[in-house]
């Protein structure tokens, strides 16, 4: 409740008056957020595009699906933990870094591939189309895509638990089945985040980084398998 600190301001006009000035510095924490988590999306992006450059070059090994997952379940767990802190940005660092390595010998795979480097660059360019065009639409709209919550975490928690089913059990069916998936919910999920920070739900932008890294990564990896199955990888 807001209190009348003016007896001379009638209630109405004092709260035309407030009111203004509470939305421009919602606006402005807005703005701070979506303009951080850009520029952190940016330098992760790069990092780990490096980390991935240098595992490729060295020809490192897949570290395996099982320390795979305790490597990002690790270091995302840290990152929640170390959001408010500067050690937030050094875990999102490390999270993003030991992607971009664990990635690195599924690209090293494509490329040694016939039309391996035109099936790479084909994922990477249409994960750039598409989360351009959805961060602009949310961006331009103003739309509220926080309905898509629900949907969104069962959505990914079905998809991966039968992404690992495809893996132990070798059904390639099943792998193409979830790649489609994730790409829809990856595109959902960039949506959903992105609204998210417009309208203030999402304050944290270490967090938002997250979020966004994790949808492109997804992204990429699953259009990666489904153009090297429509391009005769078996």
Same mark, same amino acid.
């Given at each position: ?10 209630? %109405?006009?004092?709260? /035309? ?5 509470g939305g421009? %510095? ?30 490729? /070059? ?10 795979? =997952? ?11 933990? =170390? ?43 249409g994960t ?23 949907? =969104?975490?069962?959505g990914i ?7 690992? /089913? ?26 959903? %985040?992105?609204? @998210? ?6 304050? @944290? ?21 489904? =153009? ?7």
């Amino acid at each position: 409740t807001q209190m009348n600190l003016n007896p001379n301001l009638a209630p %109405e006009r004092e709260q /035309a008056i407030a009111l203004p000035h509470g939305g421009a %510095e919602s606006v402005l924490a807005t703005n701070k957020v979506i303009r951080n988590t850009y520029l952190l999306l940016s330098m992760t992006l790069a990092f780990s595009a490096v980390t991935a450059a240098t595992s490729v /070059a060295l020809k490192l090994p897949h570290p395996g699906i099982i320390l795979t =997952l305790i490597g990002f379940f690790g270091l995302l767990f840290a990152v929640h933990k =170390l959001k408010d802190s500067g050690w937030g940005i050094l875990s999102v660092f490390a999270l993003t870094g030991f992607m971009g390595y664990t990635l690195g010998p599924v690209i090293s795979r494509y490329l040694g591939l016939p039309n391996g480097s035109e099936i790479v660059m084909q994922a990477m360019g249409g994960t750039a189309a598409i989360f351009i065009g959805l961060s602009a639409y949310a961006v331009t709209t103003k739309k509220d895509f926080s309905f898509m919550g629900g949907f =969104l975490m069962v959505g990914i928690l079905l998809a991966f638990l039968a992404g690992l /089913a495809a893996i132990f059990f070798e059904i390639p069916a099943l792998s193409l089945t979830v790649s489609a998936a994730f790409v829809l919910l990856m595109s959902g999920l960039i949506l959903y %985040e992105t609204s @998210n920070i417009i309208h203030g739900g999402e304050t @944290n932008y270490v967090l938002a980084t997250v979020t966004l890294f994790v949808s492109i990564f997804n992204l990429f990896t699953s259009l990666l398998q489904l =153009l090297g199955f429509m391009n005769g990888d078996d």
